[in-house]
């Protein structure tokens, strides 16, 4: 798949792109990333990418010429893209089931905003999808565009050394409980420690199957009951899960 990033800040991304588990599928280009830098594609010489809102108010826009121009030559190379993503506080709020399509889809191109925004024009002739972090405001769209990327590649076969995205929060709709590694005890400052659940140290490969399944369950409950009632109407509670 192929994300082709429109920015006016591509070295944010080589950090991001060179470094963890998710490494692997941006070098073998599994995950194929072409960055495109907007001010290539800027229109006058001072190669200026923003100017003042019509109708006044704080801060810029990004122009639209240059931003059609970066898009007319993305398609050029890569021919219509699947999907071109907006990042924005307006948009639909990221999630584990959109990131599953994504990952199973042939890539994007991603749009990252900066200043006030893009102009609209830009964003009514070709956005397809336009995705929200969550409910805040950060400077740039090339951090959402990271957290894209990086939840896409860490779903791709052969990234992670075992599947264990399948047992991440979200996969089966309820949050992953908690996970414990040495020492068995862990000194306190007052002499005494704490341990691990004595079900992980049994070797009862069923029994930590069913604690860990409690576990998620209790967690979902307490913190995102909207989780738990989402999983029991997509009938994914067992009879075992509702006791
Ligand atoms: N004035 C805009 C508003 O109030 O909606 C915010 C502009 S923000 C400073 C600059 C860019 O950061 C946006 O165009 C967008 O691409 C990105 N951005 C900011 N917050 C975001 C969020 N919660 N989710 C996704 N992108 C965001």
């Known amino acids: 798949m192929r994300f082709d990033i429109v920015t006016i800040f591509p070295e944010l991304f080589a950090p991001h792109l060179t470094q963890g ?6 070098e073998t ?5 072409r960055l495109w ?5 800027a229109v006058d010489a001072y190669r200026r990418v923003d100017d003042r809102p019509f ?25 219509a893209p699947p999907a071109v993503v907006h990042f924005t506080p307006a948009g639909q709020r990221l999630d584990q089931a959109q990131v599953h399509q994504f990952a ?6 991603l749009l990252c905003g900066r200043y006030e925004g893009i102009d609209q ?29 990086d939840a896409v590649a860490r779903l791709q076969p052969g990234v992670l050394s075992a599947p ?33 659940p004595e079900v992980l140290l049994s070797g009862h490969h069923a029994r930590i199957a069913r604690w860990r399944r ?21 009938g994914r509670l067992s009879r075992e899960d509702e006791r």
């Open 37 to 41: 830098p907007l001010r290539d594609f």
């Open 214 to 234: 409690e576990q998620s369950l209790a967690l979902t409950a307490r913190r995102r009951p909207d989780l738990i009632e989402a999983a029991r109407a997509a």
């Open 121 to 149: 024009r830009v964003l009514d002739r070709h956005v397809t999808h336009q995705i929200s972090l969550g409910d805040y405001v950060i400077s740039g769209g090339e951090l959402a565009a990271l957290v894209l990327l």
């Open 21 to 26: 588990v998710t490494r692997r599928a941006f």
């Open 55 to 79: 109708g006044g108010g704080p801060g810029m826009v990004m122009l639209a010429e240059p931003l059609e121009a970066a898009l007319a030559a993305v398609r050029a190379e890569r021919g």
């Open 29 to 33: 280009r599994q995950v194929d990333v």
């Open 104 to 109: 199973a889809g042939d890539g994007a191109v």
């Open 164 to 196: 264990s995205h399948e047992q991440d929060s979200f996969s089966d709709g309820l949050l992953e409980g908690p996970a414990y590694s040495r020492p068995v005890q862990l000194p306190r400052a007052d002499g005494a420690s704490d341990g691990v």
